[in-house]
Each structure stands twice: as C-alpha cells, then as structure tokens.
C-alpha cells in the first residue's frame, strides 16, 4: 500500500520562501504520476502543480513562475519550492500521486485523477 508523507510546511511572511517534500512508499516513485494540491478553509480542493513520470510539469495560472515542482525518483521523493509567497498562497498542501504514465491525465492538476493522499502539511503567508 502507497504512503505518502510531506514535510517542510510553515509560516512566513509574505516574499518569502518555503520548500515542501514528499516521500511515496511501498512503491516506486517513478512509476507514478505526483503533484501537489492545496486547500484552504471554506475553499475546494485545487491542483497547484503536477509532475508526470518523465519530468513534465504542470502548473496553476496562480503559481506560474513562482513554484517549482520537482522529483528525485532515486530518493522517492517529490518536491515543491516556492518563492514569492503571498498571503493567498496560505492553505493545507497535500501531496498526491496515481499510477499512470498518462501525460495528459496527469497535467490536467485534477483531484479526481490522484488516488493516493497523504495528511498534508500547513502552509501560512503573513502580509
């Protein structure tokens, strides 16, 4: 059974930056599309960015050009940098992960497509 476990959220004032991580178990990372979803309270569930299994990434319209996702499948790990924080950034980040070589399903950020969830980790932004 696939676990996944982030790490790396936390507070910080807006401009600055924070780096979250997530590791996949019981399985190999590099089989698996992976991104990162955000949601923040009275809010839906929203896909900030995906990674597919050969390196191609997908972002929101929101974060372009100032988050980075990225996976080191060695270490069955995937990551997001993000720079430029800003107090609407501040959300509960999980990170999520499906089975699948599909490019185009993976790229399209949507809930429905990930299977596999971890608890998430608390992202907040103070102006």
């Known amino acids: 059974q696939v676990r996944l476990v982030e790490s790396g959220g936390g507070s910080v004032q807006a401009g600055g930056s924070l780096g979250l991580s997530c590791v996949l178990s019981g399985d190999i990372a590099s089989r698996y599309c992976m991104g990162w979803f955000r949601q923040a309270p009275g809010k839906e569930r929203e896909g900030v960015a995906t990674i597919d299994v050969d390196g191609w990434s997908s972002y929101a319209d929101s974060v372009t050009g100032r988050f980075t996702i990225s996976r080191d499948n060695a270490k069955n790990t995937l990551y997001l940098q993000m720079d430029s924080l800003k107090p609407a950034d501040s959300a509960m980040y999980y990170c999520?992960?499906?089975?699948?070589?599909?490019?185009?399903?993976?790229?399209?950020?949507?809930?429905?497509?990930?299977?596999?969830w971890g608890q998430g980790t608390q992202v907040t932004v103070s102006s």
């Open positions: 999520a992960a499906e089975r699948t070589s599909s490019r185009s399903l993976c790229l399209v950020r949507r809930v429905g497509v990930f299977g596999d």
